[in-house]
């Protein structure tokens, strides 16, 4: 199957710490993708990381890819209550776009 | 900064029903694409949409699923025969890349519930 997993499935910080969130996945990719969903409303697209890099940065987001243990990790720093919502990777190794269950984060005030 | 829309934000049927969900891609997109989500699941893959074809569908898109594009700027879902399972958020997304690289962008959604 071309999901990822998200793990943990929830996660509860406060206003200003970093959260993690993991993936795991099965198959080869071509490139990696996170998105964000608020309660019950569309997705957003964060950021893509290709098979070949290691680490990429987009404002507070860090992303990371081991290819070798088919993971990836997403780093919010200084995490803001406005955060608070799912997030999903996305292995793309084929061209259908799978949603898995996502990690719901919490950021408490 | 350009964005997708959807209509209606809810919409209510009878089951039996016929209903058509509407969307308006970004303009330059070119790949369309409907997914649905049940209240607390997953948001599950419907159909993509490229050329004026259907380039991959999945299971739950069946016979009583089909998708136009009528016009130059939107993108329609109908459901031809709604069953209590159809309650579900619908969201179309768009993009300018198709395949691997796609960089998705999705709309608001719109809430069915078939009573």
């Known amino acids: ?109 | 900064e350009p964005e997708v829309t959807q209509t209606p934000s809810h919409q209510v049927t009878q089951m039996g029903q016929e209903v058509i969900l509407r969307c308006v891609p970004i303009s330059n997109h070119l790949y369309f694409y409907w997914y649905r989500q049940i209240l607390g699941q997953k948001v599950e893959f419907l159909v993509s949409f490229y050329n004026n074809e259907i380039s991959e569908k999945s299971e739950i898109f069946d016979d009583q699923f089909s998708v136009e594009r009528p016009d130059g700027s939107n993108f329609t879902l109908k459901i031809r025969s709604t069953k209590l399972e159809d309650s579900a958020m619908y969201f179309c997304a768009s993009s300018l890349v198709g395949g691997l690289t796609d960089t998705q962008y999705f709309g608001p959604g719109t809430r069915l519930t078939v009573l």
């Open chain 1, 1 to 109: 199957s071309q999901q990822g997993e998200e793990d943990p499935q929830a996660l509860s910080i406060q206003e200003g710490e970093n959260a993690t969130m993991n993936c795991s996945y099965k198959t080869s990719i071509n490139n990696l993708q996170w998105y964000r969903q608020n309660s019950g409303r569309g997705l957003v697209h964060l950021i893509l990381i290709r098979s070949n890099e290691r680490e990429k940065h987009s404002g507070r987001l860090r992303v990371t890819l081991d290819t070798s243990k088919k993971s990836s990790s997403l780093l919010i720093t200084a995490s803001r209550a406005a955060d608070t919502a799912s997030y999903f990777c996305v292995p793309k190794g084929g061209f259908k776009t799978i949603f898995g269950a996502g990690t719901r984060l919490f950021v408490k005030a």
